[in-house]
């Protein structure tokens, strides 16, 4: 079965708004008539109401506790890299081995991350170094 695209209700309703404007200008120009009026009322008098009206309930509408997430053919960009691993050993796509290589380096670069975020020592080859910042170096 294939999983139909959902979108954030604002998103939705500009996808909406967007092309029934659009339709309703080219089935004008392409005096289609009764199409103009039957475009318009649909999209505007309809589709928006319904989607504003029913919220996460309409069809092709994110609830909010999944709006971060994204379409089944995209990974999610929200969750940490560190739950990225996790998904990833638990669903067979690396073994134990890679599994635990790759989280002793993602747990290293997030220690060294933090360290130079918060100005503290700059940890190399086992030993401490003091970041330099602009205001410590002199301008002759």
């Given at each position: 079965?294939?999983?139909?695209?959902?979108?954030?209700?604002?998103?939705?309703?500009?996808?909406?708004?967007?092309?029934?404007?659009?339709?309703?200008?080219?089935?004008?120009?392409?005096?289609?008539?009764?199409?103009?009026?039957?475009?318009?009322?649909?999209?505007?008098?309809?589709?928006?109401?319904?989607?504003a009206?029913?919220?996460?309930?309409?069809?092709?509408?994110?609830?909010?506790?999944?709006?971060?997430?994204?379409?089944?053919?995209?990974?999610?960009?929200?969750?940490?890299?560190?739950?990225?691993?996790?998904?990833?050993?638990?669903?067979?796509?690396?073994?134990?081995?890679?599994?635990?290589?790759?989280?002793?380096r993602?747990?290293?670069?997030?220690?060294?991350?933090?360290?130079?975020?918060?100005g503290?020592?700059?940890?190399?080859?086992?030993?401490?170094?003091?970041?330099?910042?602009?205001?410590?170096?002199?301008?002759?």
């Amino acid at each position: 079965m294939v999983a139909l695209p959902r979108f954030e209700k604002k998103r939705l309703m500009g996808l909406i708004v967007a092309l029934s404007f659009g339709l309703t200008s080219l089935f004008a120009v392409l005096e289609l008539g009764v199409l103009v009026p039957a475009t318009f009322v649909f999209g505007f008098l309809v589709l928006l109401p319904v989607v504003a009206i029913l919220g996460a309930d309409a069809p092709f509408v994110s609830s909010p506790d999944t709006a971060g997430t994204t379409n089944v053919e995209t990974e999610s960009t929200d969750e940490g890299p560190v739950v990225t691993l996790r998904r990833r050993y638990a669903t067979g796509e690396i073994d134990e081995a890679e599994f635990e290589r790759r989280l002793d380096r993602l747990l290293e670069t997030e220690e060294l991350e933090g360290a130079v975020d918060r100005g503290g020592p700059r940890i190399r080859d086992g030993r401490t170094a003091e970041i330099e910042t602009e205001s410590d170096s002199t301008f002759p």
